[in-house]
Structures are given as C-alpha cells and as structure tokens.
T-cell receptor
C-alpha cells in the first residue's frame, strides 16, 4: 500500500529559528511531490511541487528537497515567523500526474512557532 | 481568499440526519474535488467532478453522494450521519481534471455530528 509518513508529528520552535520537516514515502512509481501549508481550520495552500527529476525547490523562506532514490523529502523553513505556525502536509502523486484518486496525503507535521 | 467558496462554514447535526455541503469553484475552474479530513487524520479524497461529470472516485461511502451542476458548483450530500462523519470537508478546484498545479482548496466546512 502506498504510504506517506511525516515526522515529527509536532514541533515547537522559537521565532527566528530554522527547522526541517521530513517526509518518507513508498509510492512507486512516482510523479511529483508537493508540500502544503494548512492553517488551523483552513484549506491547504500549496508551497512547492517537485517532479522526480528535481532535487530542490524554493518558495521564499521555504525550501523543499527531494531524494527520489531514498524516497525522502524535506521542507526547510528559514528564520521562522509566528505566521509559520500551521500543519505542513506532504502529498505524493504517482503517474499520471495529478490523478485525483491516486494522491496520497501524509498526516502532516504540526508546527508551532513561539516568542 | 482562494476563490473557492464553501458553505456553510460550520454545521452541527444529529446522527441519522442528512446534510448538504456546497462548493463554488474558482472562476474558470471546471474540476471540483471533495476531501474529508478527520481529526488528526490526513486528507482523504472522496470524489472528483469535471464539467458536470464524475471523473474519479476515492474512499467515498455509499451514504455519501455528490454532483456538479451546469453552473459548475458542486454539492456533497451526506446521509444517515454517524458520529464518525464529524470532520472537515474541503472542496478544491482546478482548471483541468488532472491539473495538479492549479488545485486550489476552499476554506472547508466543519461538520459536527452529535
């Protein structure tokens, strides 16, 4: 069964610090991997999307990396802000890209940034 | 504001009842997706419509049904509700049926079944 596992489940960091969230997946073959940010009670918002041939993708203070050989991805947040407090969800799609029924969602990492 | 609207924002009902959740896709988007997110669970894909036709079906219970109307808005009907149906229900839309990059989520409807 295709799975996406994220770690840690939750994380508390001080404002201004960096952090890295992990995503391990077993989906194979693999088309693309996306990181979403979901504020509490809101819909997910896409941060980055990477195909199997891409190693890194940045969006402001968010940088995602992908190692398709080890089936691992990470999301690095630089100089965290209070507004980064949210759940971060890793989503993996096998080919054909974007097939709705085939997307596998991780359960997310809940990040809390404090003063 | 993502451009995808969902109503109502909150819904509280009793077991055995039936409810209807509504979603209006972003202007220009033809495809609508429904997801369920239970407490501490990942998003579960329920069903997808494209231009009025069912396109893909996920883990949707037989008690649940959906449709997309000619004006492209969609409704998700949940019947014979159980306590376990309490969850956030999200609608997302995209231009094309497999357009990953354009899948935009709405704010969700929080359903509480008592």
């Amino acid at each position: 069964k295709n799975q996406v596992e994220q770690s840690p489940q939750s994380l508390i960091i001080l404002e201004g610090k960096n952090c890295t969230l992990q995503c391990n997946y077993t989906v194979s073959p693999f088309s693309n991997l996306r990181w979403y940010k979901q504020d509490t009670g809101r819909g997910p918002v896409s941060l980055t999307i990477m195909t199997f041939s891409e190693n890194t993708k940045s969006n402001g203070r968010y940088t995602a990396t992908l190692d398709a050989d080890t089936k691992q991805s990470s999301l690095h947040i630089t100089a965290s802000q209070l507004s980064d407090s949210a759940s971060y969800i890793c989503v993996v799609s096998p080919p054909p890209a974007g097939t709705a029924s085939k997307l596998t969602f991780g359960t997310g990492t809940r990040l809390q940034v404090t003063l | 504001d993502s451009g995808v609207t969902q109503t109502p924002k909150h819904l509280i009902t009793a077991t055995g009842q039936r409810v209807t959740l509504r979603c209006s896709p972003r202007s220009g988007d033809l495809s609508v997706y429904w997801y369920q997110q239970s407490l501490d669970q990942g998003l579960q894909f329920l069903i997808q419509y494209y231009n009025g036709e069912e396109r893909a079906k996920g883990n949707i219970l037989e008690r649940f049904s959906a449709q997309q109307f000619p004006d492209l808005h969609s409704e998700l009907n949940l019947s014979s509700l159980e306590l376990g149906d309490s969850a956030l229900y999200f609608c997302a839309s995209s231009v094309a049926p497999v357009s990953e990059d354009r899948r935009i989520f709405g704010p969700g409807t929080r359903l509480t079944v008592l």
